[in-house]
């Protein structure tokens, strides 16, 4: 008999805010299309950066949100099972076998490659699907060498040449991805949009209508400033445009260099909060060593309070004697190393702490506020990764 274990603690939680994420997503809507994008591709790609796509995709899909952005095939089945109406474009390259699951939940496949083709095909006429009836968007590399088509005239003909073998298949969208559209002076950006124009001139001459054109993540549109030269891009392929914000709908972005912050980015709200309690409290003599190896030692007597999570939790080992919790709206400080299961913090100055008081890791408690950013900025990361490093046993817990 196989005896299901729920490895789950509620040592710690994360609420989910749903109104700050329609909230995000309705502001970054507005801006796309202030901006002359027809719609955004809400990212929901790694589960919800962390916050749960379960919860996260219908929630958006309810909030009007027409098309979704997600990793894998894999990711996009669960996504298509939840929500049947958006669009759902899976952003990474297919494996053979997941063309026949990507055409049975009518995912977006993103190609670049011929035998992509091939395999979609093969797998579209199997099921004797219409001419046109399976959508794909073709990804241009414009210079990131991570994925997509080399946006050379040959490698684009060569894929240009194989799609006409396949009238299954309709060329629905061209797109790209930057790599440093937080840099707002950043050549490499105007060097991108360069050859990707070329590109989508390229498609455009060859005889192909794709309807959509799609560049940029949240820092492109909340930068607003290469949005008009994409949108003029998209209308002179006689295509929409569409925007693709992921971290945003979370209410982060990347820090901005080479210019102002944008404005906008200042109205996006933190969704994720994440708490736990303290498990124990203990004093400790002057010298008391603290952790494993002994990275803190008490500089006087104190009161240290123990946090049932650790790097298992995804609290990053490296927050070890660095950055602080939050514990009746003050700070602690870590000390000691963080370890897999256990974290230990300074609350001598917290005047009635108790076992069980809340402790908060990311978010707001009295007039103190912990985000993302702090995190990432004491583990020398950024808040992608604080927030997808978010433990599968941490529990979601949907909020208000
Ligand atoms: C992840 C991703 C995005 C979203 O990026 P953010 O920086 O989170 O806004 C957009 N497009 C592609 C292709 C991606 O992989």
Redo the contacts with the bound molecule.
């Keep these: 008999m196989k005896i299901p274990i729920k490895v789950r603690t509620l040592a710690s939680k994360a609420e989910i805010s749903r109104s700050c994420l329609v909230s995000n997503f309705g502001r970054l809507r507005s801006l796309a299309q202030s901006g002359g994008a027809r719609d955004i591709?809400a990212?929901v790609?790694a589960n919800a950066?962390g916050h749960g796509v379960d919860r996260c995709a219908p929630w958006l899909a309810e909030a009007g949100a027409r098309w979704l952005?997600v990793?894998s095939v894999a990711e996009g089945i669960a996504v298509r099972r939840l929500c049947p109406s958006p669009s759902i474009l899976i952003?990474t390259a297919l494996q053979a076998e997941e063309a026949d699951d990507a055409i049975a939940s009518r995912l977006t496949p993103t190609v670049w490659e011929p035998r992509h083709l091939e395999w979609l095909a093969a797998a579209a006429g199997q099921r004797a699907a219409a001419l046109g009836s399976v959508p794909v968007h073709l990804e241009i590399d414009s210079g990131m060498s991570r994925q997509g088509a080399p946006a050379t005239e040959g490698a684009i003909a060569a894929f240009l040449q194989a799609l006409r073998r396949f009238p299954a298949l309709e060329l629905e969208g061209v797109?790209t991805?930057f790599a440093a559209p937080e840099e707002l002076d950043a050549a490499q950006t105007a060097a991108q949009l360069v050859s990707f124009r070329r590109a989508v001139q390229q498609v455009t001459e060859a005889g192909f209508r794709p309807r959509f054109v799609h560049v940029g993540?949240?820092?492109t549109l909340l930068a607003q400033r290469d949005l008009p030269a994409l949108v003029q891009l998209a209308h002179g392929a006689g295509a929409e445009f569409l925007s693709?914000?992921?971290?945003?709908l979370y209410g982060y972005s990347?820090p901005f260099s080479g210019g102002d912050a944008p404005p906008a980015a200042a109205s996006l709200q933190p969704v994720l909060a994440w708490k736990t309690q303290i498990a124990s409290l203990r004093r400790i003599d002057a010298g008391a060593l603290v952790g494993y190896n002994g990275t803190f030692i008490a500089p006087r007597p104190m009161t240290i309070a123990l946090l049932p999570i650790g790097y298992a939790d995804g609290f990053s080992r490296k927050l070890s004697n660095r950055g602080h919790v939050l514990i009746r709206g003050q700070r602690a400080p870590i000390v000691g190393r963080v370890s897999m299961d256990l974290t230990t913090v300074d609350v001598q100055d917290i005047p009635g702490v108790a076992a069980g008081d809340e402790v908060v890791l990311i978010g707001g408690q009295g007039d103190e506020n912990i985000t993302a950013d702090d995190l990432a900025h004491w583990a020398e990361t950024i808040s992608?990764e604080i927030l997808c490093g978010v433990g599968a046993r941490v529990e979601r817990i949907a909020a208000p």
């Design positions: 591709i990212v790609k950066y952005g990793t952003m797109f991805h993540n949240s820092a693709r914000p992921g971290i945003a990347l992608y």
